[in-house]
């Protein structure tokens, strides 16, 4: 059901002491091989974190051993000092598995600004080593520790099982797990992310099939337009299965497995009341689709009513016309929960008809310019979300 | 102290009936001359209501001899019906007024989507009519009036007032008022404006000033992200004081009017407990400022961590590198209300000393790029703004 599902892998969630709450605070995901191929998605904001900044060199080669993960501190702006805290880390993680720091991926979630305790951490990878070295393969409940270290306001822990191939080619896995509940906004949402599989793939086979699936899942989940500077999205591949899946079937069901975990962070999202579905029908391309969604989902008036239970497709028309996609914005359809409130510019079935008290909202906007369509994914803008961001602790 | 203060403008405000409240929700402001010459700045967002459509046709040569605004309805998404709605409402005034309903502007503010009653559209104009016939030059109680009658959730009534000139030139007035507390944003702020000038220009040089006054106040206020559909700044000339001023001169003080309104606007933002100031130094362009500035400004994180008076500087960082503008991710400083958070992209004076108890908020982000700077006005978010728009009422 999670990262440890695949043949391969063996992971391990500890506390540190980095979360004043003294829960786990720090995952170890290890693959045995054989293969150790790899790819690696990273937020696009210009102002990364130092776990970037080192992922993105380790992931040069395509080749990963093993990945640490802290929650407690995102390590973003803390200069060299940071970045230093973060190498040992990974020298660290070297050092107990035998392993090069070179094959070592970092990862780190919390508050923007502040140093991490480097003696906690390595106290956390030594305490995480020990127990990968008493993990039995396909351990569930190794993977749900690890989910869990990686937690911040997530209230659970995401994780996502996959099997893929057929009888005829054999059968693989893959397996996931993702935190992530605020700050999340495409390129990536914010939020980490490790996928294993034992399927048998070449690093740019992976790159090409992780760039596909995070850029019709994750990056179209944008709950509060806030995107993060610690983004990361690991894939791993050990090859134990002994299976070469067809890159496009592997991409599927990869696609399947980011979805699954895009859909999760949503419904988990801080402050939350209504999980949102906008799909943008009739587009000229799919950019234009995706533009277009984005700037609904990122309407604060839009979210504020459906928070309300208000279906003012007014604000929805009125995010539409600040983007520069192709429509006639006199001849725009838009429909709540299967009502469509307005038809060709103009108010067609009562609003009063319109139920939003369910959490799943579905909005539906038909351009009328083409025939591309896509969904984005968003959530209302709540007191509970106000209230959560306001006075921030990891 | 509002549109009435130039000489040669009377106006009025009554209700008619369009808010269930029973407040005012017409006002009529009429230009007596000699002159009628105009200039009008519209909201970019291409979702344009249907009183902007015909405004857009009388202001294309630049003579205006009256203009009428309601709250209580947009007349928006409409469609010919409500087109028609404006037209006949132009009318009334025009046959009241013994003036072309080619020289009439229409302003509307309100709710989506639902028609206006034109009935109630022309007992207003009538009264109205009826109440500048018994107007006074100069009438400060009508001028108030006018401006009570376009509010909607405002809390109170904008206006402003500014002498321009000289001993030498000759002295001018310019007068205003302004409504708007929701979907403030830029291109322009959801906001009417009406301002007056006695002051003897040409509609074309009326444009220019009116152009580059607002492009520095009402295109920097970014309360909410949100752009109307309904945005009108227009500006009347009626030359009474036969001052002919300086382009510049007139330029600078339209400004200051301006400016004024803005401020007036972003001190009365639905549900806000903190206005902020967010100065962008040291940017390579001046549009890389308002870029930077205003990626800040709609920042729900950020936002929500000034209404918690946090003084969370992670949360600007995040929303800095979201931008392409010129600068050194690693080399930004960070200043909350005179207090250095960051320095050199690492954290400098403790988060500790910042006081963000006061409501007003100044935040300085140097990009040590340039020499250019710009600052964008902003509100927090907080549990009265999710309130306040969740269920909407005008």
């Known amino acids: 059901?999670?990262?440890?599902?695949?043949?391969?892998?063996?992971?391990?969630?500890?506390?540190?002491?980095?979360?004043?709450?003294?829960?786990?605070?720090?995952?170890?995901?290890?693959?045995?091989?054989?293969?150790?191929?790899?790819?690696?998605?990273?937020?696009?904001?210009?102002c990364k974190a130092n776990p970037i900044l080192w992922s993105q060199q380790v992931i040069a080669d395509g080749r990963v051993e093993a990945i640490v993960l802290n929650s407690g501190g995102a390590n973003c702006y803390t200069g060299s000092q940071g970045f230093q805290v973060t190498h040992s880390t990974a020298e660290s993680v070297a050092d107990a598995?035998?392993?090069?720091?070179?094959?070592?991926?970092?990862?780190?979630?919390?508050?923007i600004g502040e140093q991490l305790p480097l003696e906690k951490l390595q106290a956390g990878v030594h305490l995480a080593s020990e127990a990968l070295g008493e993990a039995t393969a396909n351990s569930l409940e190794a993977g749900i520790a690890a989910a869990e270290a990686i937690m911040t306001?997530?209230?659970?822990?995401?994780?996502?099982?996959?099997?893929?191939?057929?009888?005829?080619?054999?059968?693989?896995?893959?397996?996931?797990?993702?935190?992530?509940?605020?700050?999340?906004?495409?390129?990536?949402?914010?939020?980490?992310?490790?996928?294993?599989?034992?399927a048998h793939l070449e690093s740019h086979e992976l790159d090409t099939a992780l760039r596909a699936a995070t850029r019709v899942t994750f990056d179209r989940l944008d709950s509060d337009g806030c995107m993060s500077t610690n983004d990361q999205v690991t894939l791993m591949a050990s090859?134990?299965?002994?299976?070469?899946?067809?890159?496009?079937?592997?991409?599927?069901?990869?696609?399947?497995?980011?979805?699954?975990?895009?859909?999760?962070?949503?419904?988990?999202a801080e402050g939350a009341s209504h999980d949102i579905a906008i799909t943008v029908l009739g587009a000229a391309t799919e950019d234009d689709a995706v533009k277009v969604g984005r700037s609904v989902a990122r309407n604060n008036l839009f979210k504020a009513a459906i928070f309300g239970n208000d279906p003012n497709w007014g604000r929805v028309l009125a995010a539409v016309g600040t983007t520069d996609a192709t429509f006639d914005p006199y001849d725009i359809d838009v429909t709540f929960n299967g009502v469509r409130v307005c038809q060709g510019g103009q108010p067609d079935q009562s609003r009063?008809?319109?139920d939003l008290t369910p959490r799943a909202v579905d909005i539906r906007i038909d351009l009328k310019s083409g025939a591309h369509t896509a969904t984005i994914y968003t959530n209302d803008l709540t007191h509970d979300y106000v209230h959560e961001n306001s006075a921030y602790s990891s």
């Open 1 to 46: 059901m999670t990262v440890t599902s695949p043949t391969g892998f063996i992971a391990a969630g500890v506390a540190c002491g980095l979360k004043k709450s003294g829960n786990k605070d720090l995952a170890l995901v290890q693959n045995l091989g054989p293969l150790y191929n790899s790819a690696v998605v990273f937020t696009s904001n210009r």
């Open 97 to 111: 598995l035998g392993i090069s720091a070179g094959d070592v991926l970092v990862c780190s979630t919390g508050l």
């Open 153 to 198: 306001t997530d209230s659970k822990p995401k994780t996502v099982q996959i099997s893929g191939g057929s009888a005829a080619a054999g059968n693989y896995s893959i397996g996931g797990m993702a935190k992530g509940a605020g700050m999340l906004a495409p390129g990536l949402a914010t939020m980490l992310v490790v996928i294993t599989t034992d």
């Open 239 to 268: 090859g134990a299965s002994g299976v070469s899946p067809e890159l496009l079937e592997f991409t599927d069901r990869l696609t399947e497995a980011c979805a699954s975990l895009a859909l999760q962070l949503q419904a988990d």
């Open 352 to 354: 009063d008809q319109v």
